[in-house]
């Protein structure tokens, strides 16, 4: 297969917030590009590049060298990504493979059970091991404009000895949010769509009305969600471009619902 005119087999730009998009063989479409986020630089000999026996590399004059993020020096408290080709900068040559938005397994499934006059029937829909980009908490941990931020920041490092493993706060300057698996999140989940209850009024209550049969039920909506991911809401839009990155901006989170009825058969 070729991949048509009208689509890059690539696209980069080195700056916050952004993956590198790819079309690669051996990857399947969807899949995110970016760097492996190692957490934070907690001293400067943490700055210092190592090679790939963990030594600390030297210019000629002897001195350490200190990792750069692009053009950029890194300095304690700054994020720290993976130098997979060991030259002290990191740049698109550290960009690697860190997942991908297809679900490895995606169903549902669902439950019925009768007592007498009572029926019960549950409805379950599953995604499992799908990954997403939660672009709402990169937005509010990124620390770098004048927007509201979460309270995960008051964790933020400030000095050395900081336990962290989120930034310093850098006003409109630095790298310290590059697209890495630092914001891609595994998004698998299990809810229960539906619940439902059923009730048989008693056959005289149907004569009453001159119907052959009769039944009240009580039907609940997404009462139950379970999942590991961090954001709102882990059943997020699939994108339908094969360029796109499946993100997730913060969606209003599916509300419980219920509906109560009668049923009735003439």
């Known amino acids: 297969l070729e991949v048509p005119d009208n689509i890059a087999m690539e696209t980069y730009s080195f700056k916050n917030g952004q993956y590198a998009q790819k079309i690669l063989a051996g990857t399947p479409v969807g899949s995110f590009f970016g760097y492996r986020y190692l957490g934070v630089y907690q001293n400067l000999e943490d700055t210092y590049a190592k090679d790939d026996e963990g030594r600390v590399m030297r210019d000629l004059l002897g001195n350490p060298v200190v990792m750069k993020n692009g053009t950029y020096t890194c300095y304690p408290g700054d994020a720290m990504y993976e130098d997979i080709n060991y030259d002290g900068t990191i740049d698109e040559n550290d960009i690697v493979y860190i997942g991908n938005c297809n679900p490895v397994v995606t169903g549902g499934a669902g ?7 009572m029926s019960m029937t549950m409805r379950f829909h599953y995604r499992l091991g799908q990954k997403i980009i939660n672009q709402a908490r990169m937005n509010n941990e990124a620390m770098y404009n004048t927007d509201n931020q979460s309270k995960a ?12 493993d989120i930034p310093r706060a850098l006003y409109n300057y630095g790298l310290n949010y590059l697209g890495s698996d630092r914001f891609v999140e595994d998004c698998s989940y299990i809810r229960l769509q539906t619940v439902s209850f059923n ?5 005289s209550f149907a004569e009453k009305i001159k119907a052959s049969s009769a039944s009240m039920f009580l039907t609940c909506y997404d009462l139950l969600t379970l999942t590991n991911y961090k954001g709102q809401d882990p059943e997020v839009t699939l994108p339908t471009s094969v360029t796109a990155l499946a993100k997730d901006n913060s969606s209003t989170p599916r509300s419980h619902r219920y509906a109560v009825g009668l049923t009735v058969k003439f």
Not at 111 to 117: G, I
């Open 111 to 117: 439950l019925t059970a009768r007592y007498k006059k």
């Open 199 to 203: 009730y048989a009024l008693p056959k």
């Open 153 to 164: 920041v008051l964790r933020r490092w400030r000095s050395e000895g900081d336990d962290t």
